[in-house]
């Protein structure tokens, strides 16, 4: 059949090679056993057999092919197959006899060795990368051993070990002993290097030795076999000189530090002392001003252009003792170790609030504008901390806001509180929110600077210092909070301040208005 062969009669040594028994040809249809119902060969090399024997139908002799391929026990198979047409059955089908010779084992053979062949190539470029990166490294490089007690003999090395030995290729470094280019201090130094390298073999040791005149070397050994071991030896003493020349400018610029700091608290002394001194000088017969004006303006039988002399008189120096205070203060508060400035006594955040607004409430008013609070959440009724400073703290706030408040507007105060992680603590958190002109990007970033205002169009409308902001941010940080202003030009300020303090135990909490 075009798409089948039978098989009249296989040799042993074939039904071996296919991984059979002899069995299976003995059941057959007119003597013949079907290919493909031999189960010898695959579907597709059935087919491929008879392309094969079919090409051969009208050669004048044998032909060879090469065949490989996969039988169907799974066994790969290689070899050469002969193949020439004895003639025609009686049904007119070609009859053919085939010879194949099994190469199979040495195909196999033959890639081992070619594997095996490219392994080899492959270590042989390996080893000859080495060799060029081993002759031509900037490190001295080689094998060594120990030679008596106190010298090293050199098996071995490359360009860069001849040329510190003076020597001009590494053919003359064999049998060199380091006596022969070190002196004995300097072996003194390596040799134990070496000797405690094979105490902890197989281990690499590493150390750094000076070598007379020649340098800082950073050099490691590893043992190879018996009394061989490998060394790297890099030259260092540029590193070392760099390390030493960094410590003596960290030293020099420790020492600078200290001085100027010594310097600085001084002046900070000095400053403190100073203000101290003036303040009172100040103070003194500013006082005995402001009061003498106060008794005059009781005088019913002034002249009105006399009294309104007075009050300006009044006016300017109350201006002048709240200037002198504000700059007293921050000196105190620049110089922390000139005195203790916190209190730490149990205290309402709510009630500070209530005070700060009543402080401030009278200038709102002359301003047309309105105080108003907000508490979200319960807050603590008691905690510690410096009411006092608190106090401070919100009508410095509060303050500016009204002064740069438009009028009819109104000023807001929020307060809120949270408890700390360690289940003691509270933080508070204070909000002064105005409806003013707000303040610019650029000058938010100087708002806490001392003597600081936006512009000097602000400080000639509004008036002030610009220290009741940087007195309020150095009162905060000192009570382990912060403050910081949100604003939008032309639409206000919201200026806010949190504190932390200890929860006062047993202490309930107050529950918002």
Excluded at 131 to 155: C, K, S
Excluded at 221 to 243: C, G, N, P, W
Aim: glycine letters at 8%; one cysteine or more; hydrophobic letters at 40%.
């Amino acid at each position: 059949a075009s798409d089948d062969l039978l098989i009249h009669w296989l040799s042993d040594k074939t039904v071996a090679a296919y991984g059979r028994t002899r069995s299976p040809f003995r059941t057959s249809v007119d003597g013949c056993q079907r290919l493909s119902n031999s189960k010898l060969l695959t579907a597709d090399l059935v087919k491929r057999r008879i392309e094969v024997l079919l090409s051969c139908e009208d050669a004048d002799g044998p032909k060879s092919f090469e065949m490989t391929g996969t039988l169907a026990t799974g066994h790969m198979y290689y070899g050469l197959l002969t193949v020439e047409m004895l003639g025609r059955s009686s049904q007119g089908n070609p009859v053919f006899i085939e010879l194949f010779d099994d190469q199979t084992e040495r195909r196999r053979a033959e890639q081992a060795i070619a594997a095996e062949n490219e392994a080899r190539k492959v270590y042989l470029q390996n080893i000859q990368l080495f060799q060029t990166f081993f002759e031509n490294a900037p490190l001295t490089m080689g094998v060594i051993r120990v030679h008596g007690d106190d010298d090293l003999e050199y098996l071995f090395g490359n360009a860069s070990t001849a040329k510190a030995m003076g020597k001009e290729s590494p053919a003359e470094i064999p049998g060199t002993l380091a006596s022969d280019f070190l002196s004995p201090g300097a072996r003194q130094l390596l040799v134990p290097g070496v000797r405690q390298a094979m105490q902890i073999a197989p281990v690499p040791s590493r150390f750094v030795v000076s070598l007379d005149d020649r340098g800082v070397f950073s050099i490691t050994i590893k043992h190879l076999k018996d009394d061989q071991f490998a060394y790297i030896s890099e030259d260092v003493t540029e590193f070392r000189q760099l390390e030493q020349q960094i410590k003596r400018q960290n030293e020099t610029l420790e020492q600078t530090v200290v001085e100027r700091t010594q310097q600085l608290q001084h002046a900070l002394a000095v400053k403190s002392r100073f203000l101290s001194i003036m303040s009172h000088e100040m103070r003194t017969p500013l006082g005995g001003v402001t009061s003498t004006v106060s008794l005059l303006l009781r005088d019913q039988g002034l002249r009105p252009d006399h009294r309104e002399m007075l009050h300006i008189a009044e006016v300017c120096s109350e201006q002048l003792l709240h200037v002198i205070n504000d700059i007293l203060e921050l000196a105190r508060l620049e110089d922390r170790s000139s005195e203790t400035i916190l209190e730490c006594v149990a205290f309402s955040p709510q009630q500070c609030v209530e005070d700060a607004m009543e402080i401030v409430s009278f200038n709102a008013g002359k301003l047309g504008l309105e105080l108003v609070t907000d508490i979200a959440g319960p807050i603590p009724v008691a905690a510690f901390g410096d009411p006092g400073r608190l106090r401070q703290i919100l009508v410095n706030l509060m303050s500016n806001a009204c002064k740069f408040s438009k009028s009819g507007s109104q000023v807001i105060v929020r307060c809120k509180s949270r408890d700390l992680d360690d289940g003691l603590g509270c933080e508070v958190h204070f909000s002064v929110v105005d409806f003013g002109i707000g303040i610019s990007e650029s000058a938010k970033a100087k708002l806490f600077q001392p003597f600081h205002q936006a512009d000097q169009w602000t400080s000639r409308r509004f008036g002030g210092t610009g220290l009741g902001l940087s007195i309020s941010k150095l009162v905060a940080e000192l009570m382990h909070g912060r403050v910081w202003c949100d604003s939008q030009e032309n639409v206000g300020s919201t200026v806010s301040v949190t504190l932390r303090g200890q929860r006062h135990i047993g202490s309930p909490e107050l529950p918002p208005p």
